[in-house]
Antibody, heavy 123, light 108 residues
């Protein structure tokens, strides 16, 4: 059974860089059938796609966050990571890592999510 | 960017009721539309994709329809476990995607 687990600091100071890692277990991050992504949800609000990566290293970012986001992959560790720079209180959210399908049948769907981790931006 | 407008933002209903939630895309998305259910403190769960295909294990009381820019999620007979928040997601340019604002389904 595939599992995704986010890890990283729960508190980040304003203007600093938020860093999170997602560890994938029960499946290979090097599969050609999937993208791996980050989605966030501010408290009490809706879902926002941040960006995604393919195992080869190709990245795709939300245009509204692109200038501040870097997503990377480490296939040897079966992990991918998110860095969001120059954070403000508006970046306070639950951050989910997730898997998008590239398979013809369910192309684009997000069938697996991590449990989510709350990151608070505060001094 | 493709914007998704979901309505209503909240809905009160009773067990056994039939409810419908609507999502409108800012441009045609060729049925590249999924619906998710989210319960408090949990990650979203995929219910339907390709506008009308039921994810494995999801009860048949959930159904989806639509085409072009307009899509609907219908729950034919609400069960107690269905009270949650529902989101639509367009994935026309996967992996880029956008979500609707959500519909909170509450018990009347």
């Amino acid at each position: 059974q595939l599992q995704l687990q986010e890890s990283g600091p729960g508190l980040v100071k304003p203007s600093e860089t938020l860093s999170l890692t997602c560890t994938v277990s029960g499946g290979s991050i090097s599969s050609s059938s999937y993208y791996w992504g980050w989605i966030r949800q501010p408290p009490g609000k809706g879902l926002e796609w941040i960006g995604s990566i393919y195992y080869s290293g190709s990245t795709y970012y939300n245009p509204s966050l692109k200038s501040r986001v870097t997503i990377s992959v480490d296939t040897s560790k079966n992990q991918f990571s998110l860095k969001l720079s120059s954070v403000t209180a508006a970046d306070t959210a639950v951050y989910y890592c997730a898997r998008h399908s590239r398979r013809i049948g369910d192309y684009g769907t997000i069938g697996y999510w991590g449990q989510g981790t709350l990151v608070t931006v505060s001094s | 960017d493709i914007q998704m407008t979901q309505s209503p933002s909240s809905l009160s209903a009773s067990v056994g009721d039939r409810v419908t939630i609507t999502c409108r895309a800012s441009q045609g998305i060729s049925n590249s539309l999924a619906w998710y259910q989210q319960k408090p403190g949990k990650a979203p769960k995929l219910l339907l994709y390709a506008a009308s295909r039921l994810e494995s294990g999801v009860p048949s009381r959930f159904s989806g329809s639509g085409s072009g820019t307009d899509y609907t999620l219908t729950i034919s007979s609400l069960q107690p476990e269905d009270f949650a928040t529902y989101y639509c997601q367009q994935y026309y340019s996967t992996p880029s995607c956008t979500f609707g604002q959500g519909t909170k389904l509450e018990i009347k």
